[in-house]
T-cell receptor
């Protein structure tokens, strides 16, 4: 059974719209993260949360908002979508910040 | 701002060869050092990590760290075709942020 679930697997959106990417982990971890990977840029850190508190935010834009409703959930809301947002978004989790981060299968987002 | 650089960009080796991948980082206060492997279309998966100077071996994989030189490396012994993948080095800060290099594409020819 997958321990980190990301939904949806694929997402096509129009420019200017808003989407929410879902992430749930069943590893009992205390820290969760979002990363982004595109053809133009390497795997890039976006956010880290520990015990549902924001630890680090490296996104330059407020269009990206993480949402943590439960300890094992960290969703990513993206507003005013742009074609440049097209990428695979990976959720990850770890027991604590220094421990191994396990990545989910990713959500592949295409903005037209 | 942490800068992580990997070399080479790509590498083709025969099956059974020993492979060496390199990573340099810029922040001397970096604490944990990682190698991840990503097969095509899949999520990155952690291979190994190290936090103190020296060497650590796990099966066919060995990681070396030299903090003074701002350098760490991954060595693969007896490379297999299944080792063909994108190898990513990464450095951790105390917020859990992993800063990744651009990766090395390894191809192991049978």
């Amino acid at each position: 059974d997958p321990k980190i679930i990301q939904k949806p697997k694929y997402l096509v959106a129009v420019t200017g719209s808003e989407k929410i990417l879902i992430c749930e982990q069943y590893l009992g971890h205390n820290a969760m993260y979002w990363y982004r990977q595109s053809a133009k840029k390497p795997l890039e850190f976006m956010f880290s949360y520990s015990y549902q508190k924001l630890m680090d935010n490296q996104t330059a834009s407020s269009r990206f908002q993480p949402q943590s409703s439960k300890k094992n959930h960290l969703d990513l809301q993206i507003t005013a979508l742009k074609p440049d947002d097209s990428a695979t978004y990976f959720c990850a989790s770890s027991q604590d910040w220094q421990d191994t981060q396990y990545f989910g299968p990713g959500t592949r987002l295409l903005v037209l | 701002q942490q800068n992580v650089q990997q070399s080479p960009e790509s590498l083709i080796v025969p099956e059974g060869a020993r492979t060496s991948l390199n990573c340099t980082f810029s922040d001397s206060a970096s604490q944990y050092f990682w190698w991840y492997r990503q097969h095509s279309g899949k999520a990155p998966k952690a291979l190994m990590s190290i936090f103190s100077n020296g060497e650590k071996e796990e099966g066919r994989f060995t990681i070396h760290l030299n903090k003074a030189s701002l350098h760490f490396s991954l060595h693969i012994r007896d490379s297999q075709p299944s080792d063909s993948a994108l190898y990513l080095c990464a450095v951790t800060t105390n917020t859990g942020k992993l800063t990744f290099g651009d990766g090395t594409v390894l191809t192991v020819k049978p």
